[in-house]
C-alpha cells in the first residue's frame, strides 16, 4: 500500500508542475502601447431600410459602406450602421459593426457607438477592434473622431495578450 501511495504523490506532484507551466504559466506577458489609425469610407452601398418616424427622426437600418483603414492597421473595412438622426437639428447616434480584412485574411472585429452633429459632419464615439485567426490576442479600444468628409480618426491603447 505505502509502494502505491508513494506512486501516486509522484504521479500527482508531476501533474501539478506541469499545470503550472502551462501556456498561461508560459506565455509571454501582455503589451499595452498607443493605437492611431484612420478610417476612410470609400463606397456607400445602401441601407436595407430606411424610414422617417412621426417625429420626424430618420433612421437607416443595414446602411453599408466599405473602404479602408491605415496607420497601426492595415486593410480593407466593410461596416454595417444602424442610424437614428433627427432630421430637424441633425443630430443622432449610430451603432457600428465591422470587418477588418488584412491581405485576404478576416483580421479584426469591429464595433462602435457613434453620436452625429450637423447631419453627420462632424462625429465622435467609442470604438472597440478583437483580433480573429492569426491576430487573435489583440484588442484595441479608443475613441473615435471626423477627420474629414467619410473619414474618423482612432485613437487608443491596442493589447496584445499572445506571445
Same mark, same amino acid.
Given at each position: 500500500m505505502k509502494k502505491l501511495s508513494l506512486?501516486? *504523490?509522484?504521479?500527482?506532484? +508531476?501533474? *501539478?508542475? *506541469? !499545470? +503550472?507551466?502551462?501556456?498561461?504559466?508560459l506565455a509571454a506577458p501582455a503589451t499595452k502601447v498607443p493605437? #492611431?489609425?484612420?478610417?476612410?469610407?470609400?463606397?456607400?452601398l445602401g441601407a &436595407?431600410?430606411?424610414? =422617417?418616424?412621426?417625429?420626424g427622426i430618420l433612421h437607416l437600418r443595414g446602411w453599408n459602406g466599405r473602404g479602408t483603414i491605415t496607420g497601426d492597421i492595415s486593410g480593407q473595412?466593410?461596416?454595417?450602421? /444602424? $442610424? /437614428? %438622426?433627427?432630421? +430637424? #437639428? @441633425?443630430?443622432? /447616434?449610430?451603432? !457600428? &459593426? @465591422?470587418?477588418?480584412t488584412? @491581405? #485576404?485574411?478576416?483580421?479584426?472585429? %469591429? +464595433?462602435?457607438?457613434?453620436? %452625429?452633429e450637423g447631419y453627420g459632419a462632424t462625429i465622435s464615439g467609442t470604438f472597440v477592434i478583437q483580433g480573429m485567426g492569426s491576430y487573435k490576442g489583440i484588442h484595441v479600444t479608443g475613441t473615435l473622431s471626423t477627420s474629414g468628409?467619410?473619414?474618423? $480618426?482612432?485613437?487608443? =491603447?491596442k493589447l496584445t495578450t499572445k506571445p
Open positions: 506512486a501516486f *504523490l509522484v504521479v500527482l506532484v +508531476s501533474v *501539478l508542475a *506541469l !499545470v +503550472s507551466l502551462s501556456t498561461t504559466a493605437f #492611431s489609425a484612420t478610417l476612410q469610407i470609400t463606397e456607400i &436595407k431600410r430606411v424610414w =422617417t418616424d412621426e417625429e473595412i466593410e461596416i454595417i450602421e /444602424n $442610424v /437614428n %438622426m433627427d432630421t +430637424s #437639428s @441633425g443630430y443622432g /447616434n449610430a451603432q !457600428v &459593426k @465591422g470587418v477588418i488584412v @491581405g #485576404s485574411e478576416e483580421a479584426y472585429r %469591429m +464595433s462602435a457607438d457613434v453620436t %452625429m468628409t467619410d473619414q474618423a $480618426v482612432l485613437t487608443g =491603447t
